[in-house]
């Protein structure tokens, strides 16, 4: 799994971009809000990647994020029936994470529906299965590219899982279902340890 690309950027459009990291060019996509962060082609670049594989298909794909907050609500979309990575970059293309997460924490389907790519359908499934993890702080912080103690310890339990040979999305859903059993002081060991019965 990529954690990060950290590279020179060799070439940047809005919804894709290459990094150059030590010779080796990586193609990566992109939502409008890291396009818009981006330095000038040429200037150092870190990007936080989700490595998606699908295994019917035999294809594997690198989505980039400038911040850890796009990352995170790029994950919590695609953990959702019906939404898959392409649907993801175009919601986070198409609002500014602060405007989708109080459209989702108040239930504005409406908002949702006028999203690029989303219907009445799946704007009802975003808010009944995200609603309360937005609205408990659970998914994100909101907080442009500061990340607190707690998101740290849920990435890396979430890391650790994945090393462990478990998908991203079980991962993820574990490590979540164990953090809201234990409590906001369980540690990295704690969380991994609890997130084993549940991925």
């Known amino acids: 799994m990529f954690a990060f690309l950290h590279g020179k950027l060799a070439d940047a459009t809005p919804t894709h971009v290459v990094v150059d990291c030590s010779g080796v060019g990586y193609s990566v996509f992109?939502?409008?809000s890291s396009y818009d962060k981006l330095p000038p082609k040429g200037g150092e670049v870190k990007l936080l990647t989700h490595h998606h594989v699908v295994a019917h298909e035999?294809?594997?794909?690198?989505?980039?994020?400038?911040t850890p907050d796009e990352r995170e609500m790029f994950l919590l979309l695609i953990s959702?029936?019906?939404i898959g990575p392409k649907l993801g970059l175009n919601i986070l293309s198409s609002t500014s994470i602060a405007a989708l997460r109080s459209a989702i924490a108040s239930g504005d389907v409406k908002t949702l529906c006028a999203l690029r790519g989303v219907g009445k359908?799946?704007?009802?499934r975003l808010v009944v299965e995200l609603r309360d993890k937005i609205s408990s702080g659970t998914g994100f912080t909101g907080?442009?590219?500061?990340?607190s103690v707690a998101d740290q310890k849920l990435s890396d339990a979430i890391l650790a899982l994945v090393s462990l040979g478990y998908k991203q999305m079980d991962a993820y859903k574990a490590?979540?279902?164990?953090a809201k059993k234990l409590g906001p002081?369980?540690?990295?060991?704690?969380?991994?340890?609890?997130?084993l019965g549940n991925a």
């Open 30 to 32: 992109i939502p409008l």
């Open 58 to 66: 035999g294809t594997q794909q690198l989505f980039g994020f400038v």
């Open 80 to 82: 959702i029936s019906g």
């Open 121 to 124: 359908k799946t704007a009802e």
């Open 143 to 147: 907080k442009g590219a500061t990340v």
């Open 175 to 178: 490590v979540l279902a164990a």
């Open 185 to 195: 002081s369980a540690g990295v060991e704690q969380l991994v340890r609890a997130s």
